[in-house]
């Protein structure tokens, strides 16, 4: 979709230059999750991040993120140079990039381009600071990046561990930890006993499911 020229308009008098709103490769500034959102209208910025050196900056709407995670990944290990990466997930309407969505810049792992093609790493392209992962359909954030006020931060703790078997330290918390997807792998070291033994029986009814179906069909 196209930007509308009140759009246009707004982006130019915030001091954007025709360069950089001009033409269809700078449509997607105009689109959720980079889209700025209109002063007047009711975003209600409930958080602030941004970047190391400040060019990339935005606001969140939503009080608590619908999950929060840490991964484990080999890919999340090597593109964020950490042992493993926390990340909240959002929808993309709940992000407003207030500064520096011109300083975006996009990377997608599998093909290893630097084109806008999902799901990509966004990064700032001045100081690299990874800003968030964006999906097909939700963002996933870096909290890491989010300015918290006290007692703000633990809305954004994470639920589990995913791809846990892949880690390079222990993290001994207490919470579920996934050998690879969360809820589509086994739990393992201290995971809460009780879900360990209710993924078991997950699991088994999954196999019965399968044989018995298996059966129908013979
Ligand atoms: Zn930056
Ligand atoms: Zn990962």
């Known amino acids: 979709m196209s930007p509308t020229n009140t759009e246009k308009e707004q982006a ?26 209109d002063k007047d209208a009711n975003f209600k910025a409930l958080y602030e991040g941004g970047c190391h050196c400040g ?57 290893k381009t630097t084109k806008h093609k999902l799901p990509c790493k966004v990064s700032c392209a001045y ?43 222990d993290i001994k918390d207490g919470l579920p930890k996934w050998t690879g997807l969360d809820g589509k792998s086994e739990l393992i070291e201290d995971s809460p006993p009780e879900l360990v033994k209710k993924r078991k029986r997950e699991v088994e009814e999954e196999e019965n499911e399968e044989k018995e179906g298996k059966s129908a069909k013979a």
């Open 127 to 169: 100081c690299r600071s990874p800003i968030m992962d964006e999906g097909r359909n939700m963002i996933l954030l870096f909290p890491s990046l989010i300015k918290f006020k006290e007692g703000e931060k633990k809305k954004f703790d994470p639920s589990c561990h995913m791809f846990y078997g892949n880690r390079l330290v």
């Open 12 to 37: 130019k008098s915030d001091g954007s230059k025709d360069e950089q709103i001009e033409g269809e490769h700078n449509e997607w500034k105009f689109r959720v999750p980079y889209k700025v959102h």
């Open 55 to 111: 060019r990339v900056k935005y606001q969140l709407s939503r009080e608590a993120p619908l999950s929060a995670k840490y991964c484990h990944c080999s890919t999340c290990q090597v593109l964020h140079g950490a042992p493993f990466q926390w990340a909240a997930i959002f929808h993309k309407e709940d992000i407003n990039f207030t500064h520096g969505h011109h300083d975006l810049g996009w990377y997608e792992s599998s093909e």
